[in-house]
């Protein structure tokens, strides 16, 4: 698929997930296939004032294209200046957050507060769409909640206001990530515009894929919470949508041998001891399903040191051949 100019090549994109995308997952996840990644949400009030947060969140490093930034906020104008601003960081796109359900996102009007005023959601992305030449996505939500499904008219607002394409996550805002997914709406959104429509939610297998796939009509498919601690999820999707394989998971060794590498990206970028804090819930995810991980984790949630975290994998290993 294209966005505008840029190719898209597989199957599956990894969604900008809040604490958990940086750049060394994202990079972990392009390297079993990803299609396409997209930042953590980045504050455009933030980069507006200089905030070295919201510019170490920009960063994206020369594996990771195509990829995007995503931006939030509601000041049309301050968003096309960050916008700009995020061009000196390299994206291929600039992706809009509107879909965002925490509360204090929505407390300021932003992320899936701008379901309830379209108004507004179309100046943002005229402003932006306008400020930049690179294409502009919009990730919304299916609605407000379950009596407000306002999905399809979001996404025409945002194809009449210059979005090169749209991300639905199947599920309204009331809802958060509770289980239960709106397949229909997201078909109804491919049905209505002529953009490239990109689905997301629950997505944490072939089958699932495949399904969302099936049933939505989409472009690409977009994969956040099931690649946590399985970024080998987008080789096993390619190869099923493809090829018609099906790829195991990999067995304890080459997982634990896998987190490592990740972890060891993530000291690399942030300082060991930085790296280290922010690792932890990375190290945990890994360790799902493995015999013995109650007290794995136990022991994970502790780490200090890089040699201390491989000492405990190598246990692991040794104790799940």
Known sequence: MKIKNVEINGYAALAPMAGAADKAFREMCKSYGAAYT????????????????????MSVSDTEHPCAVQIFGTD???????????????????DINMGCPAPKIIKGGAGSALMKNPWLAGKIIKSV???????????????????????????????????????????????MYAPGIDIETISKVKQSVKIPVIANGDIDSVQSAAL???????????????????????????????????LPDPPVTERMLVMLRHVEKICAYSGERI?????????????????????YRRQLSTIQTLDELKSIAFLIAAENQ
């Open 212 to 246: 969302m796939y099936e049933k939505t009509g989409c472009d690409l498919i977009m994969v956040g919470r099931g690649a946590l601690g399985r970024p080998w999820i987008f080789s096993q999707i390619n190869a099923y949508l493809s090829e018609c394989r099906v």
């Open 275 to 295: 790296g280290l804090r922010e690792a932890r819930k990375h190290a945990l995810w890994y360790t799902k399903g493995i015999r013995g991980a109650a007290e």
């Open 38 to 57: 997209v930042s953590e949400m980045v504050s455009a009030k933030g980069v507006s004032m200089g905030d070295r947060k919201s510019a170490s969140l």
């Open 129 to 175: 769409s306008e400020a930049v030449e690179i294409p502009v996505t919009v990730k919304i939500r299916t609605g407000w909640d379950s009596d407000n499904i306002n999905a399809v008219d979001m996404a025409l607002i945002a194809e009449e206001n210059g979005a090169a394409a749209i991300t639905v996550h199947g599920r309204t805002k009331e809802q």
């Open 76 to 94: 049309p104008e301050i968003m096309a200046k960050s916008a700009v601003e995020a061009l000196n960081y390299n994206p291929d796109i600039i």
